[in-house]
């Protein structure tokens, strides 16, 4: 099993900036790949960005070119930096981890983007 704590989030006003960090415990071993997901009010949670463990890097379209994701394989942590960041971007963003087998989830974090 793999266990993910989230942190950073809050209230920020647009145009701002946001760095949400995530660190996984457990089984790290079999992790293949890390990322974000957002999910906002009433609506399917959509991906934001993921990494897969060689580096490679997928954005959903509502990052691209706002948002920037890194990876800290020895520390078992994956950052998601979000600039420029508009009231549409108001939403719970969880942490994803897919192992090979099972997808795991943090608790979520909200960010909340004031006009």
């Known amino acids: 099993q793999v266990q993910l704590v989230e942190s950073g989030g809050g209230l920020v006003q647009a145009g701002g900036s946001v760095r949400l960090s995530c660190v996984a415990s457990g089984s790290t071993l079999s992790i293949k790949k890390m990322g974000w997901y957002y999910q906002a009010p009433g609506k399917q949670r959509e991906l934001v960005a993921s990494?897969?463990?060689?580096?490679?890097?997928n954005y959903g379209d509502s990052a691209m070119g706002r948002f920037t994701i890194s990876r800290d394989n020895a520390n078992n942590t994956v950052s998601l930096y979000m600039n420029n960041l508009k009231p549409e971007d108001t939403a719970v963003y969880y942490c994803?981890?897919?192992?090979?087998?099972?997808?795991?989830w943090g608790q979520g974090t909200q960010v909340t983007v004031s006009s």
């Open positions: 990494i897969r463990q060689d580096g490679n890097i």
């Open positions: 994803h981890v897919w192992d090979g087998w099972d997808d795991h």
